[in-house]
């Protein structure tokens, strides 16, 4: 519990055995549901993530989407807080992060990786993508978003019954920023955290994913919110 409210986290890992011991290591102790969805791992990830007492749901359709949607479904906290399970989204950042949710009275937080400190932790490429990906949704809805594709959000879990998720996929991460920025009853904030490099082998495909990304955002913008 934190400051009353029970608190979820979720962490989508597909072959993540390093990163989520490290995750889960550094887990603050008021979290009061950790659930770690296992896409379909070949490797350790579900025993590890056991181990340090994590729910563990298998999600057995590959896709980034398809397991948060899964991770959501059986979240039971008044708040939940997601982040990847490479252990380049910290941890520690949670406490002040929730701090700042109910401080701002907001519904969904944004963690932005940027301004990126650690210059080993992204690319000049992966910047440029997402720096290309962001301003698209920003000029997209008329929402200054720094931070379009960041994994790791803080929101109320009351909201989803307000907002419609669709992608399966590495799009799932814009779409629920713009379905919170879209409906009326959703406030959005975003604030930074310090990002750093990932453990283990990186999932995402940059060029498939990067623009298919930028698809996405178009397609859903112009198409009364359908889009896949
Ligand atoms: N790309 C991808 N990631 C997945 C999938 N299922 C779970 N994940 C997890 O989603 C997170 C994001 O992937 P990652 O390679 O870190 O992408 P990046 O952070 O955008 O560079 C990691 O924790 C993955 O293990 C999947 O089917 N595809
Ligand atoms: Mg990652």
Redesign the pocket.
Known sequence: MYKSQRITVI????N?EQGIAGVLRRMPEFVDQVIVVD?GSTDRTSDVARSFGAEVIREPV???GR?YKRGFASATGDIIITL???H?YPPDAISYLLEALLHLDVDFLNASRFPVRDSNAMSMKHRLGNWILSLAMSVLYFRWVRDS?S?MWVFRRSILKDICLESDG?AFSEEIKIEALKSPRVRFAEISILYSS?MGE???NPWRDGFYNLYFLVKKRFSAGRAR
């Open positions: 962490t989508p890992c597909l993540e896409n590959r896709g980034y397991s990847d399970g490479d380049s594709q994994g590495m990932r990186i999932k995402l």
